[in-house]
């Protein structure tokens, strides 16, 4: 029986205050589906617990696939992201795997949560699983290791671009350009040839997905990771 630890945002409004943010509820979905035809557990959890505001662009039927728009309508799966639990109520569990989902309200709680680099270090150093995608991978940044590096530094990753970014209208939103602290970290950036398109890296026990159109190979692939 494996645990994962699938963490979210609780920021639901950009620093502007002119549009709402949250989660991008498909880069939770999938891997929540596909751990649970697996009969592991699941844990969600967010740094201060409580309530995970749902981005309402993942909400839209141009993007809302199939088994999001399901556990959308599941009252019982709601009802989870509205009671989370807090980082340091399982920061001292064991994971299978540490998951974290993005949504651009990530890049405003998880870079500098001292909690969640530390779960993630643990996580990391005993060759434990940690993934990320899009945004969640901001949550990466600011991680150093036990011997002083930051775990990134020499990685190769991936992370919604800043091309990407612009795409999505949202640079002039953004508290940062999340691409580029990443390589000032000494990441090895690895884009998808086509923007907005599937792309899923692994670095050992790091891996880490584009954008939410890898969401779907996001969850295949650490269910094929958990289950060599």
């Known amino acids: 029986m494996k645990e994962l630890l699938l963490i979210v945002t609780?920021?639901?409004?950009?620093?502007?205050?002119?549009?709402?943010?949250?989660?991008?509820?498909?880069?939770?979905?999938?891997?929540?589906?596909?751990?649970?035809?697996?009969?592991?557990?699941i844990t969600i959890a967010s740094p201060k617990g409580g309530r995970t505001p749902i981005d309402p662009e993942s909400l839209k039927p141009l993007v809302m696939?199939?088994?999001?728009?399901?556990?959308?309508?599941?009252?019982?799966?709601?009802?989870?992201?509205?009671?989370?639990?807090?980082?340091?109520?399982?920061s001292e569990q064991l994971f299978d795997c540490v998951y974290l989902a993005g949504g651009h309200g990530t890049m405003y709680d998880f870079p500098d949560d001292v909690t969640l680099q530390a779960i993630i270090r643990k996580q990391y150093e005993q060759n434990?699983?940690?993934?990320?995608?899009?945004?969640?991978?901001g949550g990466l940044l600011n991680v150093k290791?036990?011997?002083?590096?930051?775990?990134?530094?020499?990685?190769?990753?991936?992370?919604?671009?800043?091309?990407?970014e612009t795409l999505a209208r949202r640079k002039r939103e953004v508290p940062f350009n999340l691409e580029a602290a990443l390589k000032e970290r000494g990441a090895?950036?690895?884009?998808?040839?086509?923007?907005?398109?599937?792309?899923?890296?692994?670095t050992g026990n790091l891996i880490t997905g584009q954008n939410p159109f890898s969401s779907k190979e996001m969850a295949k692939v650490v269910i094929e990771q958990l289950n060599q």
């Open 145 to 164: 290791l036990s011997n002083g590096e930051y775990l990134i530094k020499g990685k190769a990753l991936t992370v919604f671009d800043w091309f990407e």
């Open 65 to 90: 696939d199939k088994i999001t728009k399901q556990y959308y309508e599941s009252s019982s799966f709601i009802a989870e992201l509205e009671s989370t639990k807090s980082l340091s109520e399982v």
């Open 188 to 202: 090895d950036m690895r884009k998808a040839c086509i923007p907005m398109t599937s792309n899923v890296i692994v």
């Open 128 to 137: 434990r699983i940690v993934a990320a995608i899009c945004h969640g991978v």
């Open 10 to 41: 609780n920021i639901d409004m950009y620093e502007s205050g002119r549009l709402k943010t949250g989660l991008w509820l498909s880069e939770l979905t999938h891997l929540y589906h596909s751990a649970k035809e697996q009969n592991w557990n």
